[in-house]
């Protein structure tokens, strides 16, 4: 048996499995290698919304809370909106519950040169983030259904612009600041709690973001195969957990594993995750914390945190900060924001491979400007880096084309004898200084590169909209003519030619049909991951002729 061929059909179709499962996660289907287990799971929120009671049950090891409020608010479609901008984004607030129901990236356009809408609350699509109060004994206090009424807008003493939205119930008064900073897509939120009563109350602060479950809307040129999410859905960040992701199914089975306390002190925050594009609140972390999660009734889920304030004495004002994050998964941005928040741009298992990738590929678009030639440069850095390895592989394989036909000769003659077979090719590869598995080990360990790589374009948010010379004017979706694939099909063609030709007729024909496979399913890649492969099978055919031309030189005896 030829152990070469062998061994590269295996790698071969361990790629392909690889592929094949990223890109069932990459449409929102379970993984093959299954999930994480489920243990202590959280009890999903099955309360309603549509008037009836939808503010958040107390989370698991919460202070007890009655949570049976007066819903006396108007609905959002027909309240009154306040809209809150800088350069970067433009935010749009409800006067039932302040909530923040629109967020508009005015720096990520559509096709029709539309700045792409995150947040919305339309009949069709509804992602928005609320937040509100509520306490023990003293139900009915301002929560997300409260009617709040503009007190102050306009730009603070920095020239930030700024928004302040009061409500009152029950001798509680809640003021939410909203404020922007320029060029930031984080806007800091003040909750202002002021106690009137005599006979206060434990009151707890809740965050959340609210959405349905259907994916992302397609955007433009960019809604090609892979403007569907990588993943859709809540998650949710403590240092001691890291990062979470939960899906939209599994809260529904009420199989999900999160850290529901967070002590003080704790950087913690949560989520909720798209292609290319997140939001999240992040609260101060001075308090214990819990975080919850659940399926609201209309096809909504949400995740959230609730943060005790204590009792409020009579006459006195509590202030709790916290910073809500809406915009594009920017990595050198995420970085800046919270401890583990960059986690937000998902490099699935080869994160310890893919982030050098990205850092390096970054490095180079500092300096050239284009994303296309910038992955074309990286190709032929890792090139060099694999050399070594790469020379070597090719050599073994140009001697190993040197002797086939002495390993037809000895097909033929030991027909039948298996054994005596793998006797006499051991017995010819050790005199002729032959390594059988030789030319594996580069494939082998570029396979994992690959993947990291096929993460890292598919992934960032850099890509979308990158154009590089031509026809293509986006990386991040796939070729529009499939001019890539079809010049990737015709380069690992010949490649194969270049390799000699296994003994055995059915694995040739699987050698010679695995360009037209692997190019079929390059069809579906981004443009970018494509670049890279073209650039790197056609360096890898210059290596290989070269190396053929020298060693054709020195037949074998």
Not at 17 to 27: A, D, G
Not at 168 to 190: A, Q
Not at 343 to 351: S, V
Request: aromatic share 10%.
């Amino acid at each position: 048996m030829d152990f070469k061929k062998t061994i590269l059909w295996a790698v071969f179709s361990m790629s392909g499995l690889m592929l094949y499962n990223n890109w069932q996660v990459h449409e929102g289907k379970p993984s093959l290698f299954g999930g994480a287990p489920a243990s202590s799971p959280v009890a999903a929120d099955k309360t309603t919304i549509g008037g009836k009671v939808d503010v958040p049950m107390q989370a698991a090891g919460a202070p007890a809370v009655a949570v049976t409020p007066v819903l006396s608010g108007g609905t959002i479609e027909g309240a009154e909106k306040f809209t809150l901008q800088n350069d970067v984004l433009a935010l749009e607030i409800s006067a039932s519950g302040a909530n923040v129901i629109d967020a508009k990236l005015l720096k990520e356009l559509t096709a029709e040169k539309n700045p792409v809408e995150l947040f919305q609350y339309t009949p069709t699509h509804k992602y928005f983030a609320r937040s509100g109060l509520i306490s023990l004994n003293n139900n009915d206090l301002p929560n997300h259904t409260s009617t709040f009424k503009l007190v102050q807008s306009g730009k603070d003493g920095s020239g930030r612009p700024f928004a302040v939205l009061a409500s009152e119930r029950n001798g509680v008064k809640l003021e939410k600041t909203f404020i922007l900073n320029p060029g930031s897509y984080v806007v800091d939120v003040g909750h202002r709690v002021t106690q009137t009563t005599s006979n206060p109350n434990p009151i707890v602060l809740y965050t959340e973001i609210v959405r349905d479950a259907s994916q992302e809307q397609k955007i433009g040129p960019f809604g090609g195969a892979f403007s569907a999410s990588t993943f859709t859905g809540p998650a949710a960040y403590t240092d001691k957990e890291k990062f979470n992701k939960l899906e939209f199914s599994a809260i529904d089975k009420n199989k999900i594993t999160i850290p529901t306390q967070v002590a003080a002190g704790e950087p913690a925050w949560i989520a909720m995750v798209q292609h290319y594009f997140a939001s999240a609140w992040i609260p101060g972390d001075k308090d214990a914390r819990d975080i919850y999660v659940g399926r609201i009734d209309n096809g909504l889920y949400r995740i959230g945190m609730q943060t005790p304030l204590g009792v409020v004495a009579p006459g006195t004002t509590v202030v709790e900060k916290a910073r809500l994050f809406v915009g594009p998964q920017e990595e050198k941005v995420l970085e800046t924001i919270a401890p583990g928040f960059e986690l937000l741009k998902d490099y699935g298992y080869l994160t310890i491979i893919a982030k050098p990738i990205f850092w390096l590929l970054e490095k180079i678009h500092g300096y050239v400007g284009n994303w296309g030639w910038s992955i074309i440069l990286l190709t032929i850095l890792i090139k060099l880096v694999f050399f070594p390895l790469s020379a070597a592989s090719y050599k073994s394989m140009a001697r190993m084309k040197e002797v086939q036909p002495r390993l037809v000769a000895m097909k033929e003659q030991y027909k039948g004898e298996p054994q005596k077979l793998n006797q006499a090719m051991m017995e010819m590869y050790r005199k002729e200084k032959i390594n059988p598995l030789g030319g594996c080990l580069p494939v082998v360990i570029q396979i994992p590169v690959f993947i990291s790589l096929y993460w890292v374009l598919l992934s960032s948010v850099e890509m979308r909209g990158a154009p590089w010379v031509l026809w293509i004017h986006d990386l991040s979706v796939p070729d529009p003519y499939y001019i890539l694939p079809i010049i990737m099909a015709i380069s690992m063609f010949v490649q194969t030619k270049l390799n000699p030709t296994p003994p055995d007729p059915i694995q040739a024909k699987v050698m010679m049909y695995m360009p037209i496979v692997f190019s079929i399913m390059f069809f579906f890649f981004p443009a970018g991951l494509v670049l890279y492969w073209v650039t790197n099978n056609l360096l890898s055919i210059a290596q290989q002729w070269q190396i053929n031309q020298m060693f054709g030189k020195k037949p074998a005896k």
